[in-house]
């Protein structure tokens, strides 16, 4: 019964924006941590970013740093990654993730639960 619905990517300019959604289903799922990851064409999934559910905390990948926000809607029960200053290096398929995480945001094994993923494109 467990459902992350991703939505909003597609095709950006550098320097341009783009906000993702994920819009969350399940039992407990608003006690859940949230990340972000992204995976490029031959590389690894890499952590983007990350929220927790009791205090609202974030974390983010160095690159990203400044240029790109995580958020979370609770009665929406929506998460949402707001890239700004957009780079080809951001060019992935990002991932919305969610998982019961009391330490290491940054490692994708420690998440139980993923969405479909959906193509950022950034051109220069």
């Known amino acids: 019964q467990v459902e992350l619905v991703e939505s909003g990517g597609g095709l950006a300019q550098a320097g341009g924006s783009l906000r993702l959604s ?4 399940g039992p407990s799922v608003g006690y859940w941590d949230m990340g972000w ?3 490029g064409p031959g590389k690894d999934r890499e952590f983007v970013a990350a929220i927790t559910w009791r205090d609202g905390n974030t ?3 160095d690159s990203v ?9 609770r009665a929406m029960m929506t998460v949402y990654l707001q890239m700004n200053s957009l780079e080809p290096e951001d060019t992935a398929v990002y991932f919305c993730a969610a998982g019961r995480i009391y ?7 420690n998440y139980d ?6 193509q950022v494109t950034v051109s220069s």
Request: with cysteine; hydrophobic share 20%.
């Open 22 to 25: 994920c819009a969350a289903s």
């Open 37 to 39: 990851f992204r995976q």
């Open 59 to 61: 974390y983010y990948e």
């Open 65 to 73: 740093k400044g240029r790109f926000t995580i958020s979370k809607n």
């Open 103 to 109: 330490s290491d945001y940054f490692s994708s094994k």
């Open 113 to 118: 639960y993923w969405g479909q993923g959906t």
